[in-house]
C-alpha cells in the first residue's frame, strides 16, 4: 500500500517536475546560446511573456501548434527590439532588457485586456495533449513521469542535443563561441559580430517565446497578467548553473521544475509548511545555483560588454 | 552649445515620446487615446486634492528609490532589487509599528524608519557578499530577491503580522505615535520632506563632497579610480549598495507611515522598477529626480484614474516607462559617439 | 607581383610594391599610417581612392575573407586569437571551417609551418600559451589557408630578444621559398636584420623606398623623424650627490592576489636598493612579475606574508601602464582627474570632505602651464587631449606632489617622437632634483638609454644586470640559464 503510494506519487512528482520545467528549459536554452555570444538578454522575460500571449491568442484560434508558432514568433520580434537597442546601437544590454521587461508587460496587458475583456480567456484554452513515447512509456515511474509529457518537453530535450553538437561540432558553433569570448578576434577572422549576435539573441528570443507559449499550452491553459513572474530571470541562473552547456542547462531546468514541483509533493504528504516557501523556493535555489556555479566555471570574456571597440 | 539646455530639450523629447508611444498603444487596443490621456492628466494635476493627495503622495517613493538606485549606480553597481528592499523595509517597520503604541512619535517615528532602513539594508547584503566572494552580478541576485521578498510580505500577512481577526491578507493599523503627520485636508505626508532633503543631500553629496566624488569615479573609471585614486573599487561599490539598500528599505517604511499605516499584499505597484527609469532619466543626478519623480509620481496617479474613467488597464504606463529608458540610452550613445568623433578618439 | 594603394584619408597617395620572396620592412613612427595601410591590405578597412593589385591582378577586398582568398594573411599588433579556446579551434576558427577539419589539408605540414608549430599541442588552451607560443599561433592562424603574403604588424613589440632573432630567421626562410612579408616596425637594427628593401612611411605618405642597404640608419631616421632638431626639452643634470639616501629598498617578496600566486620577484637573498637622484629601468618580457614588483613599491599591492621586506620612503608616485584607463577617466574633466589622484590630505579639500573647486581648478592650471600640456582649460574632458597631452598631464599630476619616489611603467608607449623626449626629461629633471625614479618599459632601448642601473626581471626573479650590454640583457629577460648576473 505504502509502496504503491510511494510509486504513484514519485511519478506525479516527476512529471509536475517536467511540466514546471519546460518553459525554463527552452527560454534557458534560448538564452545560453544569446550568453555564448557575449550578449546577456533580460528581456527574456519580457519575450517569454508575449510568448504566452502570443500562444494563448494564437492557441485559442487555431491550436496549440499555431499557438507555438505565433509564440515563438511573437518572442523573436521582442528580442528584434532588444537587439536594435543592445546590439545596433550598443547601448547597455542590462537596462535594455530591464526595459524591454518592462515595455513588455505593459504591452502583454493592454493586448490582453483587448482580447480576452477584463476577465481573461478562462481556463478552456487548446493544450498540448500528453505524448506517450514509444517504449520508453512503459519503464516503471520514469515511463509515465518523464516520457508521456506534452511534445515540448521531449522536443526541448532534443534541441538541448542538437545544440551540443551545434555548438561544439559546426563552425557556426565555433564562431558564436569565438564572438562571445573574443570578438576582435572573431572580427579578424571575418566574421560579422553583430549578425553573430542579432542571430543567436533572435534565436534566443524565439526559445523564449515558445518556452512563455509552453507555458500556456502546454501546462496551464490560460493566459494572465504577468504570469511568467521572474521565469526569464531564473532562466538566466540556470544558464549559469548548466554552466553554458546545453545538456547542463537540461539537468538545471529539470532540477528547477523539481524545486517547483515540490510544492505540490508537500501538500500531498499533507504537511504543514507554509506555501510561500515553496513560492520562495526556486527563487532561492536560482540565489544558490549562482554563487556555487560561478566559482567554478567562467562566463563568455566578452559576456554584457557590447560589441568591438570602433578603431581596428 | 549650453549642455544644461540640451539636456532639458532631449529629457522633454524622451518624455513626448513616451507618451506618444503609449497614446499609440492605446489608440491600436481600442481605446479612446485622448479621454486616456485626458483622464491621466486631471487624476495627476487637476485639482489641488490630486495633487496633494494622489501625485505627491506616489512620487515620495519613486524619489527615494531612484534615488537609492542611482547612488549605486553611479558607483558603478546595478540595484535592480529596490521593490524587494522597500517590501522588506515595510515589513520591518510594520512590525515596529504595531508595537510602538507606548512611546511617544518622536521615538517611534525614527525606530521604525530605522528598523526600515536596516532591513532594506540586510536585504541587499547576501547579494552584496555573492558579488564579493563568488562574483555574482548583482543585477541578478538583486531582481531574484524581489520575487522572495514578496513571497514573504505575503507570508506575514496571513501569518505572523495577519489583523487579529484573521480574515484579511493584511497587518493591523500601525500605532499613531508611529504614523507620520499630514498636510491638512491631504494625503501628503512628512515623507515628501525627507524626500527633499535625501534629493538635495544627495546633490551636494555627489557633487561637492570627496566621498560623492570617489563614488562617482569608481562607476565612470573603476581601473584608474583604483589604482590613480587608490580606492578600493569593490569595497566601494559594496558600501554604494549596502546604502542603496537602506534608502530602499526606508522608502518601504515611509510608506506603510506616511501612506497605507498597514502592511498589504500589493503595497507596491512596482514602485521599485520605476525607479530605475526615474533614476535613469535624471540620469541620475539627486535634483534631477526630484523631477522625474514628481513626473512618474504624476504618471502613476493618472495611470489609476485613466483605469477608471477609460478602461485603459494601469500597467500601460510601463510602455512610458521603456521608452523612455529606451530613449535616453539610445540619446546617451549618439552624444557619447559624437563626443568620440570630436576628440577623435 | 604589385600591390598599390591610392590616396586614403589618413594615406596620401601611397604607393608600395611587394616582390615576391622578400621580406620588407614598413617603418615609420606612430600615426605615420603604417597600420592603416595594413589593414587596408588584411581588408579590414577599405581606401577611399586607390587600386589593390594581387599577382598583377587588380582585386577588391571587402572583408578580411576576400584578403585571406586572395592569399594575404595579416598578424595584428594586437593578439586575435581567443583565449578560452584551443589551438586547434583557434586555426579552424581563422580558415573557416568546423573544429574537427583544423588541420585540413598539407599546409600544417610544410616545414616551415612545423617549424612554428612546435609545441603547440592542437588540444593546448591558448590561455596556457606564453606570449612567445601566441605569437607563433598567430602567424599559423596567417597562413593556414596558404597565404603565401604575410602582413606582420609589429611582431616584436613584445618578444624578447632571442625570440625576434627567431622571428627573422624564420621570415628570412619564408621569404627564400618565395613567399612575402611585409615588416612593420619602428626600430632600424631590425628592420635591417630582416629585410631587403625599406619603404618609410610618414604623415601618410612614403618618404623613402628602396633596397635597405642602399641607405644609412640616417637616412632612414630622417625619413622617419623629419627634419632632425635638437632635443631643446631634455636637460640632463646629473649631480652626483655625495650621500645618497636609500628611498627603496626590497628583498625577499611574493606576491598574491585572491586567485593565484604571483611569481616572486626575488627569492634569493640578495636586498635590492634605490637611492635618491637614481633612474633604475626595469627590463622584462610581459607577465614576468614586474608590473606586481612596480605596484608593490607604489603602495598598490602588498606584499604576501613570509620572509619579504619591503621598504619605501614616501610619497610615492605613480605613473601607471595605460594612460586610458588606469590613469585617466577619459570622461572626467581635468581638474576632476587631479582631484582622483589626490588623498584626502590636498589643499583643496576641507573640512567635512568638502571639495573647494575653485582651488583645485587653480592647481590644475598651474599644472597645465608647468608641465606644457596644451589644453583649454581645468575643465576640459580628459578625452579632448591628444596622447602626448595626456601622458605630460598625468606625468605633471605625478610630480606636482613632489614624490621622493616616482614610479612608472611604459611612460612613453604610443608616444611619439617629440613627447617621449619630453617626458624622458621630466623624468630625468625628477631625478637630477632627488627623486629615486623606478620604471619599466617593454622597449629595451628604452630602458638602456635612460637608466642609471638596470635590473632584470624574468619569471618572478628580480637579478642586477651587470652592464649595459644590449644581448647579455636580452638572455637575461628570457631566463637562459647561467645568465643571471652573479655578484
Not at chain 1, 485586456?113 to 500528453?130: I, K, S
Not at chain 3, 633604475?280 to 613570509?306: C, F, M, N, Y
Not at chain 3, 606625468?395 to 617621449?420: F, K, Q, Y
Request: include cysteine; charge should be neutral; charged fraction near 15%.
Amino acid at each position: 500500500m505504502l509502496e504503491t503510494d510511494g510509486v504513484i506519487l514519485t511519478a506525479g512528482f516527476l512529471a509536475a517536475s517536467a511540466r514546471a520545467a519546460t518553459p525554463l528549459l527552452w527560454t534557458a536554452l534560448g538564452e545560453m546560446l544569446t550568453e555564448r555570444s557575449g550578449v546577456i538578454n533580460l528581456g527574456v522575460e519580457g519575450a517569454m511573456l508575449t510568448g504566452a500571449l502570443a500562444g494563448a491568442i494564437g492557441g485559442m484560434a487555431g491550436g496549440p501548434w499555431l499557438g507555438l508558432a505565433a509564440a515563438m514568433a511573437a518572442g523573436g520580434v521582442v528580442s528584434l527590439l532588444f537587439s536594435l537597442v543592445a546590439i545596433v546601437a550598443r547601448a547597455d544590454q542590462i537596462i535594455t532588457g530591464t526595459a524591454v521587461t518592462l515595455g513588455a508587460i505593459g504591452v502583454t496587458g493592454l493586448v490582453a485586456r483587448r482580447v480576452f475583456g477584463p476577465e481573461g480567456p478562462g481556463l478552456d484554452l487548446p493544450r498540448f495533449a500528453p505524448l506517450p513515447l514509444p517504449f520508453l512509456h512503459r519503464i516503471p515511474i520514469l515511463g509515465e513521469g518523464l516520457f508521456s509529457q506534452a511534445i515540448v518537453f521531449p522536443l526541448g530535450a532534443v534541441v538541448a542535443v542538437l545544440l551540443t553538437w551545434a555548438l561544439f561540432r559546426t563552425r557556426w558553433g565555433l564562431t558564436l563561441r569565438a564572438v562571445g569570448e573574443e570578438p576582435a578576434a572573431a572580427r579578424a577572422a571575418g566574421v560579422s559580430v553583430p549578425a553573430t549576435r542579432l542571430l543567436a539573441t533572435g534565436l534566443g528570443g524565439m526559445a523564449a517565446g515558445i518556452g512563455g507559449g509552453s507555458l500556456v499550452l502546454a501546462n496551464v491553459g490560460t493566459f494572465t497578467e504577468e504570469m511568467t513572474a521572474g521565469r526569464g530571470f531564473i532562466a538566466i541562473a540556470i544558464v549559469v548553473l548548466g554552466r553554458w552547456h546545453p545538456l547542463g542547462v537540461l539537468l538545471a531546468a529539470f532540477l528547477f521544475g523539481m524545486a517547483s514541483a515540490m510544492q505540490f509533493l508537500f501538500q500531498a504528504l499533507g504537511l504543514g509548511v507554509p506555501y510561500q516557501i515553496f513560492l520562495m523556493l526556486p527563487y532561492l535555489l536560482a540565489l544558490a545555483a549562482l554563487a556555487g556555479a560561478v566559482g567554478r566555471t567562467r562566463a563568455p570574456a566578452a559576456l554584457g560588454k557590447g560589441s568591438v571597440k570602433e578603431e581596428v | 552649445m549650453n549642455l544644461r539646455g540640451a539636456l532639458l530639450i532631449q529629457t522633454f523629447l524622451t518624455l513626448l515620446l513616451g507618451f506618444g508611444v503609449m497614446a499609440l498603444g492605446i489608440s491600436l487596443a481600442g481605446h479612446d487615446a485622448g479621454l486616456a490621456l485626458g483622464a491621466m492628466f486631471r487624476g495627476a494635476f487637476g485639482s489641488w486634492f490630486a495633487l496633494t493627495s494622489a501625485t505627491l503622495p506616489r512620487s515620495v517613493p519613486l524619489i527615494i528609490l531612484g534615488f537609492g538606485f542611482a547612488l549605486a549606480f553611479r558607483a558603478g553597481a546595478l540595484n535592480i532589487g529596490g521593490e524587494g528592499q522597500f517590501l522588506a523595509g515595510a515589513i520591518a517597520a510594520t512590525w515596529v509599528g504595531l508595537s510602538a503604541g507606548s512611546l511617544p512619535p518622536v521615538v517611534a517615528i525614527p525606530s521604525l524608519l530605522g528598523a526600515a532602513s536596516v532591513a532594506g539594508m540586510l536585504w541587499i547584503v547576501v547579494p552584496v557578499w555573492l558579488r564579493a566572494r563568488f562574483g555574482v552580478l548583482e543585477v541578478i541576485s538583486t531582481l531574484l530577491l524581489n520575487f522572495v521578498a514578496a513571497a514573504l510580505v505575503s507570508y506575514v500577512v496571513q501569518g505572523p503580522l495577519q489583523e487579529p481577526l484573521g480574515i484579511y491578507p493584511q497587518s493591523d493599523l500601525i500605532a499613531t505615535s508611529a504614523r507620520l503627520s499630514l498636510l491638512p485636508g491631504t494625503r501628503l505626508h512628512g515623507g515628501f520632506l525627507m524626500a527633499l532633503a535625501l534629493a538635495g543631500g544627495g546633490a551636494w553629496f555627489f557633487s561637492r563632497t570627496i566621498w560623492g566624488f570617489r563614488l562617482r569615479a569608481v562607476g565612470d573609471g573603476p581601473r584608474a579610480a583604483r589604482i590613480t585614486g587608490r580606492l578600493n573599487a569593490d569595497r566601494m561599490s559594496a558600501v554604494a549598495l549596502l546604502l542603496s539598500g537602506a534608502i530602499a528599505g526606508l522608502a518601504g517604511g515611509i510608506e506603510i507611515a506616511g501612506v497605507t499605516r498597514a502592511l498589504y499584499q500589493n503595497l507596491s505597484p512596482g514602485y521599485g522598477f520605476t525607479a530605475i527609469a526615474v533614476a535613469l532619466l535624471a540620469r541620475g543626478h539627486p535634483i534631477g529626480i526630484l523631477g522625474s519623480g514628481l513626473l512618474f509620481g504624476a504618471l502613476a496617479a493618472g495611470a489609476g484614474a485613466m483605469q477608471r474613467e477609460a478602461g485603459v488597464p494601469a500597467v500601460a504606463v510601463h510602455v512610458v516607462e521603456a521608452v523612455v529608458i529606451v530613449t535616453v540610452l539610445l540619446a546617451d550613445r549618439v552624444t557619447r559617439s559624437r563626443r568620440a568623433e570630436v576628440s577623435g578618439a | 607581383m604589385t600591390r598599390r594603394f591610392g590616396s586614403v584619408l589618413a594615406l596620401r597617395g601611397v604607393e608600395l610594391l611587394l616582390r615576391a620572396g622578400e621580406v620588407h620592412a614598413l617603418l615609420g613612427e606612430n600615426g605615420a599610417g603604417k597600420s592603416t595601410l595594413m589593414h587596408i591590405a588584411a581588408g579590414l578597412i577599405r581606401p577611399d581612392t586607390g587600386s589593390i593589385d594581387v599577382h598583377g591582378r587588380p582585386t577588391d577586398l571587402h572583408s578580411p575573407r576576400d584578403a585571406r582568398r586572395a592569399g594575404i594573411g595579416m598578424v595584428h599588433q594586437h593578439f586575435t586569437t581567443v583565449p578560452a579556446l584551443t589551438v586547434a579551434e583557434n586555426l579552424a576558427l581563422a580558415r573557416g571551417v568546423a573544429p574537427a577539419e583544423w588541420n585540413r589539408g598539407a599546409v600544417l605540414s610544410h616545414p616551415l609551418i612545423q617549424r612554428l608549430q612546435h609545441g603547440l599541442g592542437p588540444h593546448r588552451s591558448v590561455e596556457s600559451l606564453s606570449v612567445g607560443e601566441k605569437q607563433r599561433l598567430e602567424i599559423l592562424k596567417a597562413l593556414v589557408g596558404g597565404q603565401r603574403i604575410l602582413l606582420l604588424d609589429e611582431p616584436t613589440a613584445v618578444l624578447a630578444p632571442a625570440e625576434t632573432e627567431e622571428l627573422i630567421a624564420w621570415s628570412k626562410a619564408f621569404a627564400a621559398e618565395g613567399g612575402s612579408i611585409v615588416f612593420i616596425t619602428h626600430k632600424l637594427d631590425e628592420a635591417r636584420a630582416a629585410a631587403d628593401r625599406v619603404t618609410v612611411l610618414r604623415d601618410g605618405s612614403v618618404h623613402l623606398s628602396g633596397p635597405i642597404s642602399d641607405h644609412s640608419d640616417q637616412d632612414l631616421a630622417s625619413a622617419m623623424i623629419g627634419v632632425t632638431e635638437p632635443d631643446s626639452d631634455s636637460v640632463i643634470c646629473s649631480k652626483s650627490p655625495s650621500h645618497r639616501e636609500l628611498l627603496v629598498a626590497f628583498k625577499n617578496l611574493t606576491f598574491s592576489d585572491h586567485r593565484h600566486t604571483l611569481p616572486k620577484p626575488d627569492d634569493t637573498d640578495t636586498a635590492f636598493h634605490v637611492g635618491e637622484g637614481e633612474i633604475v629601468g626595469i627590463a622584462a618580457v610581459e607577465g614576468s612579475g614586474q608590473r606586481e614588483l612596480l605596484h608593490a613599491i607604489a603602495g598598490l599591492i602588498a606584499p604576501a606574508g613570509g620572509s619579504g621586506e619591503l621598504e619605501v620612503t614616501g610619497p610615492v608616485a605613480l605613473v601607471p601602464e595605460d594612460r586610458t584607463t588606469e590613469a585617466l577617466i577619459l570622461d572626467h574633466s581635468l581638474v576632476e582627474n587631479l582631484v582622483l589622484a589626490s588623498g584626502a590630505d590636498a589643499p583643496w579639500i576641507r573640512s567635512w570632505g568638502r571639495i573647494s573647486w575653485d582651488e583645485a581648478r587653480l592647481a590644475t592650471r598651474r599644472l597645465l602651464q608647468e608641465f606644457d600640456v596644451r589644453a583649454p582649460g581645468p575643465d576640459t574632458p580628459a578625452r579632448a587631449l591628444s596622447g602626448g597631452n595626456q601622458q605630460k598631464f598625468v606625468m605633471g599630476r605625478a610630480l606636482s606632489r613632489s614624490p621622493r619616489v616616482l614610479v612608472a611603467e611604459n611612460p612613453t608607449r604610443g608616444l611619439d617622437l617629440h613627447a617621449t623626449a619630453a617626458i624622458h626629461a621630466r623624468l630625468r629633471l625628477a631625478a637630477a632634483e632627488g627623486a629615486a625614479v623606478i620604471f619599466h618599459s617593454a622597449d629595451l632601448d628604452e630602458v638602456l638609454e635612460l637608466a642609471d642601473r638596470i635590473w632584470v626581471v624574468a619569471r618572478g626573479r628580480v637579478t642586477e644586470a651587470p652592464s649595459g650590454d644590449r644581448e647579455a640583457i636580452g638572455q637575461m629577460m628570457l631566463g637562459v640559464p647561467g645568465t643571471r648576473g652573479e655578484p
